[in-house]
């Protein structure tokens, strides 16, 4: 098992679990690597690193498919969403590297990631089930500590989103209308949830639960981050009146008092 009874039962109340060593470090470093190329910066040369984020498209070269299949994955995404109900990843979604830089990025607000689109990619979505989101997820291909922007994570959080949910229904609601709706009940910033940073090792990942609430930084550290964020994607919706339960299900029913 990649993930202890202890770890579950976090997952459920904090909406989060860190899995260290999830792929190897030579494939973070290899990756990372190609990544600079990417970019057509220097990774010697600060001078070069005129943004605070630089975004790149996904990507499924070999090292990137390897670290996204590994078998201590695939074991915890067993153990949170349920055997036969997530699908591979087929690589590794969007890379927003974060270097130090006196500029604000622009996408520092507190939100949840949405799970579909049904407008083609015009609006992006959530309900109550979860549709077409498993997991959100932290790839860290670069040392991460306190100062090198990590993923700001409001503990608990995805506790508070299942209310707001509910009533819409399988239907949902659009993320922003959400994210908006959420905020001016004090439930986005919410202040009295305490912040994690996701921080770690080249190679650890974070599995998050899809409505957990999160929020981008500005870098203070002297090394660019590179990190991917890929959605683990679903096979179907929750399903929250047949037990036994997922830990994802548990986490949504509890945040509805059930």
């Not at 070269?61 to 949170?80: G, N, Y």
């Not at 503990?155 to 609601?173: C, K, R, T, W």
Request: with cysteine; proline share 11%.
């Amino acid at each position: 098992m990649a993930l202890t009874p202890h770890d579950l039962d976090r997952f459920v109340t904090d909406g989060f679990v860190l899995l260290e060593e999830a792929f190897p470090r030579h494939l973070a470093e290899e990756c990372r690597a190609f990544l600079w190329r990417e970019t057509g910066l220097h990774p010697d040369d600060p001078a070069t690193w005129t943004q605070p984020v630089v975004r790149l498209l996904g990507y499924g070269q070999p090292p990137f498919q390897a670290a996204a299949t590994t078998p201590r994955l695939h074991a915890a995404f067993d153990q949170l969403a349920g055997q036969g109900r997530w699908h591979p990843r087929q690589g590794l979604g969007t890379f927003p590297i974060r270097f130090p830089h006196p500029d604000d990025p622009g996408d520092a607000g507190w939100h949840m990631d949405a799970g579909y689109s049904p407008d083609d990619g015009r609006s992006y979505w959530l309900n109550l089930r979860s549709r077409g989101r498993a997991l959100l997820m932290l790839f860290l291909f670069s040392d991460v500590g306190e100062h090198d922007a990590p993923t700001r994570i409001k503990v608990g959080s995805h506790l508070d989103v299942p209310p707001f949910l509910a009533p819409h229904g399988e239907d949902g609601v659009e993320m922003f209308e959400l994210c908006r709706t959420m905020d001016a009940a004090g439930r986005l910033d919410a202040p009295e949830r305490p912040v994690a940073l996701a921080t770690g090792r080249a190679g650890d990942v974070y599995l998050c639960h899809p409505f957990l609430i999160h929020a981008a930084q500005p870098h203070h550290g002297t090394r660019p981050r590179f990190m991917a964020q890929p959605p683990l994607l679903s096979t179907g919706p929750l399903d929250l009146e047949h037990g036994p339960h997922t830990p994802l299900e548990q986490a949504v029913l509890l945040g509805l008092g059930r």
